[in-house]
């Protein structure tokens, strides 16, 4: 249109006022796309944004829920292992006293047997005294006979009278011994 208008040059028109068939084409075109832009495309991106404005705030409701469980979680993990630690802390002291309950028996029945040995010991020893006394005793008596034979010269050959001898000699030493 312009390049007729400016080959023809009989119409005139105003350089501002454009021309009125202009106006009517741009004017049907704008509605065509403002009733194309409002009837789908402004309806989806209302969609398009009401779905990404419904999915970010399902994700901070659903962050929200799971930071909530896990925070619960956290609750009872701590609330599990405290009890864990006090039942630990229970056997341990079970453990010991047990322990110790038994050190005290063992202890116990270790001192039994060390004076159950000492009093064996000693009767062992107070028996081999009275066998070594004995033995000495049978020993010194017939030594002092013997002697006893030759410095008396008469012979204690018979066994009353060289028991007899023999126990006064031992009376004897004994009670000189004491004095």
Do not use: C
Not at 32 to 41: E, N, W
Not at 141 to 152: C, P
Not at 162 to 175: I, P, Q
């Amino acid at each position: 249109m312009f390049f007729l208008a400016a080959e023809g040059g009989e119409t005139s028109h105003s350089p501002i006022l454009p021309v009125w068939q202009e106006i009517v084409v741009g004017l049907v075109a704008f509605g065509l796309l403002a009733f194309v832009l409002m009837k789908f495309v402004f309806p989806r991106m209302e969609q398009t944004f009401q779905a990404r404005v419904d999915a970010i705030e399902g994700g901070i409701k659903r962050a929200e829920a799971a930071q909530a469980e896990a925070n619960q979680l956290l609750e009872q993990y701590r609330a599990q292992l405290s009890e864990a630690r006090s039942d630990a802390a229970k056997i341990r002291d079970d453990a010991r006293a047990d322990a110790e309950g038994i050190r005290q028996d063992i202890l116990a029945k270790a001192r039994e047997e060390s004076d159950r040995i000492i009093a064996a010991g000693k009767e062992q020893l107070v028996a081999e005294r009275a066998t070594i006394v004995r033995e000495l005793r049978t020993e010194v008596g017939t030594l002092a006979v013997d002697l006893a034979s030759k410095i008396v010269g008469e012979s204690l050959a018979d066994e009353a009278r060289r028991a007899g001898t023999v126990d006064r000699f031992l009376d004897g030493l004994e009670s000189a011994g004491a004095r």
